[in-house]
């Protein structure tokens, strides 16, 4: 099935069963409903309870087979001994997708993976979607299709917009889509994929790349279950211009065991996926709120408004700030050029006394009268010896009469260079940064936030322009099983390795006294013996390890008094030594 197919019944459906349906609207089971109607769904919903005969003023049906229409959607919230059998209902009664929010499969243990292996058999079969298990479901805000159970959805939607989400943790999914709503950031879908026995990261991803209301994709995942499938995913996102800034979480030891705990997923190398996302031009990121700061300037900046380079222009109103911010940009990878003469001069005109270079230190003054600001604003701005400008107001927006001449000429600002890049650093009030961001303007509300996103964006740009590379995903082929002895000793996964185009010094495994001189003699001394034994694993501590033997006659005792040690058998299959040239220094042989 090609990536992200089949998932508009999931994000889009027309009509919804919620098998499991309580009339408790604080329960799982009863929430779904709750939010479906409080947040205006258009379509059709189906309580199934056979217990009642109506839930939240719904009619209610016994079972899936009863429901007069095959839903294009369900919504499974019973225990998780219950949902194959649900589940495999849905796929008789035709259900194009399924949402399974119970949680005790694969995460559990071997008893959870048999009921998680039935749901994804119907699916296989019956080429049904399946969400999760585990997992708390999808939303799309346009839609008004709500099939979560989460509390953040409880008060309000977020406005529609540009940003989707997509997040192997549901909680951390949801808490992305709160602080996005509560930033002012449109929203367009939303999907948390759980233990992925069906649909995974990578389909959310693809269907968001092809999705015309989403423009920047957020995506949190704790790991890899298919790297082709993934950087497909990703590939796909960068050819359609659609960039995705990826939290990738679980990069301690305690993080990842944590993560096999949460949906029985493996973690992975964490430089791995560093190269993945370089590869296909993902930009990572190390925090929540790093990923809410770019995915909002991102939405707000794209197509054609994102910074093309690392060269920053900083205008502040205080020498301190200016110090601060321009540490904050070094350390976000930012460069400070020296701004231009002309610029230079246009400052001093109206501060003779500001520092005009880079950072900008242009005093309190410059906001005295708004003709001040607007000429220095406009030099630093129009400056095209840098990408973008930053520019921090930490305290005078809440001030009234300093705040009307900074919103009147940011407004003036905007109109006159609408393709130029400023950014502001503002905590508050509130309704002074929604002013802003409705001007155009990406708002962070720290220093070190400000420049890091910043710093993200003319990665983005980058990433989004650079020449295409052949599609990675297409030349990854599944590997043949490794040999058995690669995994029983030193030797045998040295071959391996080998094998796969890893360069290893020469070795030879021999199994008595002459052979180990006659392989030293082709190698050449100094060489080093080692014993090659499932029974000895700590070599070292057992005395099977010599190192920098000079001659045959050398070879020849160290292996024989060796054997005579180590207590080795050489009528074994398993057992031997091998020799190898030694490098004295060396950090691997």
Same mark, same amino acid.
């Given at each position: 099935m090609r990536l992200g197919e089949g998932l508009d019944a999931l994000l889009r459906p027309r009509s919804i069963a919620i098998i499991g349906a309580s009339q408790d609207p604080t329960k799982i089971g009863g929430r779904p409903l709750h939010l479906l109607r409080r947040h205006g769904y258009a379509g059709v919903i189906y309580p199934i309870n056979p217990k009642a005969a109506e839930v939240q003023g719904l009619k209610a049906y016994p079972s899936m087979m009863d429901v007069p229409d095959v839903p294009e959607l369900a919504l499974i919230a019973v225990e998780a001994e219950k949902a194959p059998d649900a589940v495999e209902q849905c796929a008789k009664r035709g259900v194009r997708s399924v949402v399974v929010f119970s949680s005790g499969f694969a995460e559990l243990g071997e008893a959870g993976v048999a009921l998680q292996d039935r749901l994804r058999a119907a699916a296989q079969r019956t080429g049904m979607r399946v969400l999760g298990p585990n997992c708390l479901g999808a939303v799309s805000i346009a839609d008004r299709s709500i099939a979560t159970f989460s509390i953040v959805l409880e008060e309000s939607l977020p406005a529609a917009g540009t940003l989707g989400i997509v997040s192997q943790s549901g909680n951390l999914g949801s808490f992305t889509m709160r602080l996005a709503s509560e930033r002012g950031v449109g929203v367009s879908r939303f999907m948390?994929?759980?233990?992925?026995?069906?649909?995974?990261?990578?389909?959310?991803?693809?269907?968001?790349?092809?999705?015309?209301?989403?423009?920047?994709?957020?995506?949190?995942?704790?790991?890899?279950?298919?790297?082709?499938?993934?950087?497909?995913?990703?590939?796909?996102?960068?050819?359609?211009?659609?960039?995705?800034?990826?939290?990738?979480?679980?990069?301690?030891?305690?993080?990842?065991?944590?993560?096999?705990?949460?949906?029985?997923?493996?973690?992975?190398?964490?430089?791995?996926?560093?190269?993945?996302?370089?590869?296909?031009?993902?930009?990572?990121?190390?925090?929540?709120e790093e990923l809410i700061n770019l995915g909002d300037a991102a939405s707000m900046l794209l197509p054609d408004r994102l910074p093309r380079g690392q060269r920053v222009a900083l205008l502040t109103a205080s020498g301190g700030f200016g110090i601060l911010l321009a540490d904050a940009a070094h350390a976000a990878g930012l460069s400070m050029p020296e701004l231009s003469a002309v610029t230079q001069r246009a400052v001093l005109d109206v501060v003779p006394f500001a520092s005009a270079k880079n950072p900008v230190d242009a005093t309190a003054q410059m906001s005295s009268r708004p003709e001040m600001l607007q000429k220095i604003l406009s030099a630093v701005v129009a400056d095209e010896g840098c990408d973008a400008v930053l520019m921090p107001l930490p305290l005078s927006l809440y001030v009234p009469r300093l705040r009307s001449i900074y919103i009147e000429t940011?407004?003036?600002?905007?109109?006159?260079?609408?393709?130029?890049?400023?950014?502001?650093?503002?905590?508050?009030?509130?309704?002074?940064?929604?002013?802003?961001?409705?001007?155009?303007?990406?708002?962070?509300?720290?220093?070190?936030?400000?420049?890091?996103?910043?710093? @993200? #964006?003319?990665?983005?740009?980058? !990433?989004?322009? %650079?020449?295409? $590379? *052949?599609?990675?995903?297409?030349?990854? +082929?599944?590997?043949?099983?490794?040999?058995?002895? @690669? #995994?029983?000793?030193?030797?045998? !996964?040295?071959? %391996?390795?080998? $094998? *796969?185009?890893?360069?290893?010094?020469? +070795?030879?495994?021999?199994?008595?006294?002459?052979? @180990?001189?006659?392989?030293?003699?082709?190698?050449?001394?100094?060489?080093?013996?080692?014993?090659?034994?499932p029974d000895l694993?700590?070599?070292?501590?057992?005395?099977?390890?010599?190192?920098?033997?000079?001659?045959?006659?050398?070879?020849?005792?160290?292996?024989?008094?060796?054997?005579?040690?180590?207590?080795?058998?050489?009528?074994?299959?398993?057992?031997?030594?091998?020799?190898?040239?030694?490098?004295?220094?060396?950090?691997?042989?």
């Open positions: 948390t994929t759980g233990n992925e026995c069906d649909i995974d990261i990578a389909d959310g991803i693809a269907y968001l790349a092809r999705d015309p209301a989403t423009q920047v994709i957020l995506c949190c995942l704790e790991t890899c279950r298919d790297a082709g499938r993934l950087i497909a995913s990703l590939e796909l996102a960068r050819d359609a211009g659609k960039p995705v800034i990826a939290l990738k979480i679980g990069t301690s030891a305690a993080g990842q065991a944590a993560a096999a705990s949460h949906t029985g997923a493996l973690a992975g190398s964490d430089a791995v996926f560093d190269a993945v996302f370089a590869r296909t031009g993902a930009v990572r990121v190390r925090s929540i940011l407004r003036s600002i905007r109109e006159r260079y609408p393709d130029r890049v400023l950014m502001l650093c503002v905590r508050g009030p509130q309704d002074a940064v929604a002013e802003l961001r409705a001007m155009g303007y990406p708002v962070v509300d720290s220093f070190d936030g400000c420049c890091a996103t910043l710093a @993200a #964006l003319a990665k983005l740009y980058v !990433a989004l322009n %650079a020449p295409r $590379a *052949a599609p990675l995903a297409s030349t990854l +082929e599944r590997p043949a099983p490794l040999p058995a002895d @690669a #995994l029983r000793h030193e030797f045998g !996964a040295k071959r %391996a390795l080998a $094998a *796969a185009g890893i360069p290893v010094l020469p +070795e030879h495994l021999v199994r008595d006294a002459d052979a @180990a001189v006659r392989a030293a003699a082709e190698i050449g001394f100094p060489v080093v013996l080692k014993i090659a034994s694993p700590h070599k070292t501590e057992a005395g099977g390890v010599m190192l920098g033997l000079q001659s045959q006659h050398s070879v020849a005792a160290m292996t024989t008094s060796s054997s005579r040690r180590s207590a080795i058998d050489p009528t074994r299959a398993s057992t031997a030594c091998w020799c190898r040239r030694w490098r004295r220094g060396a950090t691997s042989w």
